[in-house]
């Protein structure tokens, strides 16, 4: 089991790799004691005095009988800027590579990401899944999305190129086209056949970790707008169907009835459906959209940036 300074470490370096993502914000809610507990699977009690330590640092604020809070900025300890400070050079050490100075440098993201707010068609089979990315693909990629269904294409034949004016109107609109590995052969050929930039998007993959890790102690409740996400959960982890309880979002009544104890997961969809959910969240603030993803997303982004000035 790790020691208290060990798992200090531990819940330091995601709690800023958080911060740097821009995932956590200063004042937000952190996991609880048993939350944190159960992911690194550590005795509850190393934890609280793991957290304990970060409150000395000033990185957190434990506020009792409330939770675990990301303590203001002007509170952040030497530690965390020390590490933001190191990041930011590597990354302006690489841009005097291209002949660009740091006077130079914010210009150039400027004109970099933020000189159109681009459409982009995100097409996926259920509701929760639609939801997470578009929500995540205008709030984190700056993207105006727009939700489509599968079966809004016509059917696939094969290798031949689909007819673009058989495909959505709205396909025509917009610049990128996102989908999953699930209806990558149906919607990769129709963003060919309209010239759109294309990024398939896989699930973050410590997201996906935390749930497999939920899913061997017992199983898990999930809180869902649309009975296919379930569909979707079983098939990607590879359980059987009562390992994966589905609870809609609309039925009030069996929302209720759940062990307010027990913690759960629930979509954004869900969340947005019921801003007063008390549950405790296996998954209260990750991004759905993998690194990988979302650095493919970032190039097509500056790509369209940088074409639109002509450079």
Known sequence: ??????????????????????????????????????????????????????????????????GTFVAQQERLGGEMLSETAGWLADVLTEARRRRIGIPDFPDFVRSSTGRGRFRCACVESNTDSSTAVCMELEEEFGLESISLHPDDFPPQKGRAKPDPSALPAVLHDVRIVVTSGYHMHQVKPAAE????????????????????????????????????????????????PDRIRMVMANDRAAIARLDRTEPVLATRAARRALPDLDLPLILPRFPSISLEASRELAEKIIRLNLESTGE
């Open 193 to 240: 056949a309209l010239g759109k930039h294309f990024v398939m998007v896989s699930i973050n993959s410590e997201m996906a970790r935390i749930v497999e890790r939920r899913l061997k102690e017992g199983p898990l409740t999930v809180i869902a707008v649309d009975p296919a996400f379930g569909d979707r959960l079983r098939e990607a982890f590879r359980v059987r």
């Open 1 to 66: 089991m790790p020691a208290n300074a060990d798992l200090a470490a531990l819940i330091r370096n995601r709690i800023v790799g958080e911060m740097h993502l821009g995932h956590v914000r200063a004042g937000d809610q952190l996991p609880s004691v048993r939350d944190f507990a159960r992911e690194l699977d550590a005795d509850h009690r190393a934890v609280g005095a793991a957290l304990r330590l970060l409150e000395d640092e000033g990185l957190v604020e434990i506020r009792r009988r409330a």
